[in-house]
């Protein structure tokens, strides 16, 4: 069989120093490990990868596999090139000289070789965890809103309490373990691999009745009604969470979570600013120039401003306190009015002449024409 380059495998150049050997092999075994990856071909690259490195991180191997490729390490070869035996190698004590400490704890590389003992499929396990989208319209967001959800979950069914069946008896197929174990072998001798034992799902344990009304799941989705009060001053992407109410958890777990993510309309009157608000208020050339008081609508209802005689387009006025409640929280941002003078599309005969006849006057003395003017040719 014709093998890959064991430098090509781990993606390193010929020359790579041991630190960059045991890199890049870290990097690609927890890339492929079969816990992790899932799609078709990740076990059989782990495998591959785990080969290149037993060889490339031994100096003696990997000089003889510089000099005689896998030639070195075929059966024919293996005495006349230092008696090399693939069976000698104990793949664990390889990761864990990769991985160091961390090795226990990552992906079940002990399980996967046959070294583990622990059983995910029984232990106790947190229920999935629920997300809902909460619809809003800006003024809902801003003085909060107690809402109503409709959800159907999956809860442990009161039939068999989240057994799945009745008169519990030992698996007869992994005889209780959970597992069975799986041999292959490879240059390393006889691999054994352990995986969830297909007929008790990992249990260890079946039912010579399955329970009518769940089917043998242990739960059944059940429809619920949930009520929440959404705080003042939300924002789309903001979340609540409710603790405990969501899908039921496996094998005696904790309920999962419910998460609901709020998506708020925009206004027709306000630009939002985090918490502050921003509304634009038209004003005439007229009030402009000699300033006057208006009436502003904020969302806690009417104020009056005072507009500074002459006022520029673009001013920014602001209302302290008139912004959004922060959630949760007795802070409010602020308003802020930013005034946006506007140029008449059509006058009257009447309001023509006032405006010619005060075009007659001096109207270029501020600052802004005279350096205007003074870079006219």
């Given at each position: 069989m014709n093998k890959k380059d064991y430098y090509e495998v781990l993606g390193v150049s010929k020359d790579a120093t041991d630190e960059e050997i045991k890199r890049a092999f870290r990097k690609l075994a927890k890339q492929y490990h079969p816990d992790i990856n899932k799609e078709p071909g990740a076990e059989e690259k782990f495998k591959e990868i785990g080969e290149a490195y037993a060889v490339l991180s031994d100096p003696q191997k990997r000089s003889q596999y510089d000099q005689f490729g896998h030639a070195a390490f075929d059966g024919a070869g293996a005495g006349g090139f230092g008696g090399f035996d693939a069976g000698d190698i104990d793949l664990s004590e390889i990761l864990r000289a990769a991985f160091g400490d961390s090795f226990g704890g990552f992906g079940g590389f002990s399980d996967f070789f046959g070294g583990g003992s622990s059983n995910t499929?029984?232990?106790?396990r947190k229920g999935r965890d629920t997300l809902l989208r909460v619809d809003l319209s800006f003024m809902e967001a801003a003085f909060g809103v107690d809402k109503e959800f409709d959800l159907a979950l999956n809860e442990v069914c009161d039939e068999c309490h989240g057994a799945g069946g009745f008169n519990e008896e030992s698996c007869s197929y992994c005889h209780g373990r959970g597992k069975v174990i799986t041999e292959q072998r490879s240059i390393f001798g006889v691999i054994q691999s352990q995986s969830i034992c297909p007929k008790c799902q990992g249990k260890?344990?079946?039912y010579k009745t399955t329970c009518s009304k769940c089917s043998g799941t242990g739960q059944v989705k059940k429809k619920k009604t949930i009520a929440i009060h959404i705080p003042e001053g939300v924002d789309t992407g903001y979340q609540l969470r409710i603790s405990g109410k969501g899908e039921a958890g496996i094998n005696g777990g904790?309920?999962?979570d419910i998460y609901l993510e709020c998506v708020v309309e925009n206004s027709k009157f306000y630009e939002r600013d985090g918490q502050d608000l921003i509304i634009n208020v038209p004003i005439t050339f007229v009030e402009a120039a000699l300033g006057c008081k208006k009436e502003i609508p904020t969302i806690y209802g009417?104020?009056?401003m005072d507009i500074k005689a002459g006022t520029q387009n673009d001013a920014?006025?602001?209302?302290?306190?008139k912004g959004l409640k922060y959630p949760n929280s007795i802070r409010k941002g602020d308003m802020y009015a930013v005034?946006?003078?506007i140029t008449p599309a059509k006058l009257s005969r009447e309001q023509k002449k006032l405006?010619?006849?005060?075009?007659e006057t001096d109207l270029e003395n501020e600052t802004v024409f005279k350096e205007f003017n003074k870079n006219l040719n």
């Open positions: 499929s029984t232990r106790a260890g344990k079946s904790p309920n999962g009417n104020v009056v920014k006025y602001k209302l302290k306190g005034i946006n003078v405006f010619e006849k005060l075009a």
